[in-house]
């Protein structure tokens, strides 16, 4: 079997889709070789810092769809700092694994988390630093080991 039944469930039955008219951090990033592109959308708690809601909308194959839903399920309720350290190996063993030739769908998840975080943090006047380091090409350090 090519893909694991956690990402079967994500893809089937995907979890937080849609869209947020009043998200506090929007992010969107793609790859323009797959043509996936996925659009995450949080909610902060500003009193705690921490996310709570998270929504997602994603163009793409079945793997883009499950990785995207996983991330969100991996960041609900976690405070953002906390989310800025979702990594896509994270998502993908979450996932139970994925083929080789779909792990970029998981660095997509991750980016897009960070995509969001960085949003949030402009919009708001936070001081980030390095790991909010997205790249929007392809590039050695964004390659998936």
Known sequence: ?????????????????????DADGVGEVGNAKCGDIMRMYIKVDKDTQTISDVKFNTFGCGSAIATSSMATEMIMGKPVK?????SNKAVVE????????????????????KAAVKDYYDKNGIAYGDELNI????????AVE
């Open 1 to 21: 079997m090519l893909y694991s039944e956690k990402v079967m469930d994500h893809f089937q039955n995907p979890r937080n889709v849609g869209k947020m008219d």
């Open 82 to 86: 906390e989310a800025l350290t979702l």
């Open 94 to 113: 979450a996932l139970d694994g994925l083929p080789t030739h779909k792990l970029h769908c998981s660095v997509l998840a991750e980016q897009a988390v």
């Open 135 to 142: 790249c929007d090409h392809e590039c050695e350090h964004c």
